[in-house]
């Protein structure tokens, strides 16, 4: 699927093109049509007028002719239309091509015309009384021209000679000009509008690509975080209200579940602890009769998994309330290990930490809580002979918290399906852990990152800022 940006630029340079091409066609067929239609207009106009003022007779060639008066006042007549009208030379020749009289001075009484402007063909069309036309040209200086060619006829009808008119298109010139200029100019719009198109469509595509980043993290259960292009006025700005809008939602429902749930689990607890009461009276009467005394102990095995359920849930429903003191890193850890001591002792673990000295803004219990739900984890899934290895790094001001262990390790499609709440691969889980872990790091403005193999190893990497005011002076390695 293209991008927004590629689109308005795909459907901006389609606009622009088809733009290029009327403009093109406009001024090429168009105007230039139209001027040398009007041209050939004026001229004809002009040669229809001056054509009735030549006599059949005063087309002559013989040696002395260029010296009468009927020549020169030819030639005066024909010098006043072309001043008059503007006119860049006029020829008169006889049918057989020869020239009787030039203007321009090129050709001599008597001379061949030999320009092929006018063939044979045209001769005959002529001599039919058609006014002939040549198609625009360009002559010897570069000047666009267009000739006009008049029969001359004698009473009797009898054709006698060609009158040639010559006039140029200068306006041509100026048209092309135009269309030069209009050419820079439209490369400049392009360039320009190109830019602002460009950021236009990067104005809009922004906003949408880091909302839609926001609802992947909202999918991913962080409903804390920001919400950017909240106060714009436009579309973006609707969207992004909404997007907060539905966080807000989707937290207060969170609140309500966890309260929901929190009452069920306490309703549950009161007659667990009664039916635990009753079974402890129940032991203690029948101490005698070992079957029913195996009976009870089974029974309360299970009302002791049930209440361990329970209280997982109720502590899973609170909410979390953090409260950030400052505390230490190692502190913290050491707390989580003393914790784990009993459940550490049950396999031989080989366990190292190396974790710097650094201060972090945490709320001590509940941090000790995330650390150990991971560290558990670790120690249930690492065989008898395990290793778990938990590092500490600083980078950027931020403490990389690493649990490392090799245990059975997790599958890549479950990378996400561990942190939500009651999903679990054990028998005696309640799948809460990992999602509590969740919930605190993120109160603490910290991330979580995991990474691991099946049946090698599983790396929990918690990423917390550290206290900044203590920074550098509390950080040095063990
Ligand atoms: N270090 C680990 N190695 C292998 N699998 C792990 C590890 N940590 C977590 N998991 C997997 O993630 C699942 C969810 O863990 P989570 O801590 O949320 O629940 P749980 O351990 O099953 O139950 P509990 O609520 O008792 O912690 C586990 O069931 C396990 O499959
Ligand atoms: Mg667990």
Redesign the pocket.
């Known amino acids: 699927m293209k991008s927004i940006k590629i689109r308005i630029l795909i459907i901006f340079l389609i606009l622009l093109g088809s733009l290029i091409c009327i403009q093109w066609y406009f001024i090429n067929y168009f105007i230039k049509d139209t001027l040398e239609k009007q041209l050939i207009n004026y001229i004809t106009d002009i040669g229809k007028a001056s054509v009735k003022t030549i006599k059949p007779n005063m087309l002559q060639i013989f040696p002395g002719f260029t010296e009468t008066k009927t020549f020169h006042k030819l030639k005066k007549d024909l010098r006043k239309y072309q001043t008059d009208f503007n006119i860049d030379n006029i020829i008169l020749m006889t049918p057989e091509k020869r020239v009787v009289v030039d203007l321009s001075g090129m050709f001599k009484n008597g001379d061949e015309y030999l320009f092929i402007d006018i063939n044979k063909r045209q001769l005959v069309s002529l001599q039919g009384g058609h006014i002939k036309s040549s198609s625009l040209y360009k002559n010897m200086n570069n000047i666009y021209c267009e000739n006009i060619y008049f029969p001359i006829f004698d009473k009797n009808k009898d054709f006698k000679g060609v009158m040639i008119l010559f006039a140029s298109a200068k306006y041509f010139h100026s048209l092309m000009n135009f269309q030069k200029k209009l050419s820079y100019l439209f490369v400049v719009i392009i360039i320009l509008s190109g830019l602002l198109l460009y950021l236009l469509a990067h104005s809009i595509s922004k906003p949408v690509v880091q909302l839609s980043k926001l609802v992947d993290k909202i999918g991913e259960g962080e409903l804390n975080a920001a919400v950017p292009y909240k106060s714009r006025k436009d579309e973006i700005g609707r969207l992004a209200k909404n997007i907060k809008d539905m966080m807000d939602k989707i937290k207060s429902k969170n609140i309500f579940m966890r309260r929901v749930s929190a009452g069920i689990a306490h309703e549950i607890r009161n007659p667990l602890t009664a039916i635990k009461g009753n079974l402890m009276l129940i032991k203690r009467a029948i101490n005698t009769d070992p079957r029913l005394l195996e009976m009870v102990n089974d029974n309360l095995r299970e009302v002791n998994s049930l209440e361990n359920l329970v209280s997982?849930f109720m502590n899973y429903a609170k909410s979390i309330n953090i409260e950030l003191k400052s505390v230490k890193a190692n502190d913290v850890i050491e707390r989580s290990l003393q914790e784990m001591q009993p459940l550490l002792k049950q396999k031989a673990i080989k366990l190292t930490d190396d974790i710097p000295k650094c201060r972090l803004l945490a709320d001590f219990d509940y941090l000790k809580r995330a650390f150990v739900?991971?560290i558990?984890?670790?120690i249930?899934?690492v065989k008898y002979s395990g290793e778990i290895n938990i590092i500490g790094e600083i980078r950027k001001g931020k403490l990389y918290l690493i649990f490392l262990?090799n245990?059975?390790?997790?599958d890549e499609e479950?990378f996400t399906t561990?942190?939500e709440p009651f999903?679990?691969?054990?028998s005696?889980?309640?799948?809460?852990?990992?999602?509590i872990?969740k919930e605190i790091i993120e109160k603490h403005y910290g991330k979580i990152e995991l990474s691991?193999e099946m049946n090698k190893f599983?790396k929990?990497t918690l990423i917390l800022p550290i206290e900044e005011k203590l920074y550098g002076k509390d950080t040095v390695s063990r």
């Open positions: 997982d739900n991971i558990k984890n670790s249930e899934a262990d245990g059975k390790g997790i479950n561990i942190f999903y679990t691969s054990k005696a889980g309640t799948g809460l852990g990992l999602s872990v691991s599983t929990i």
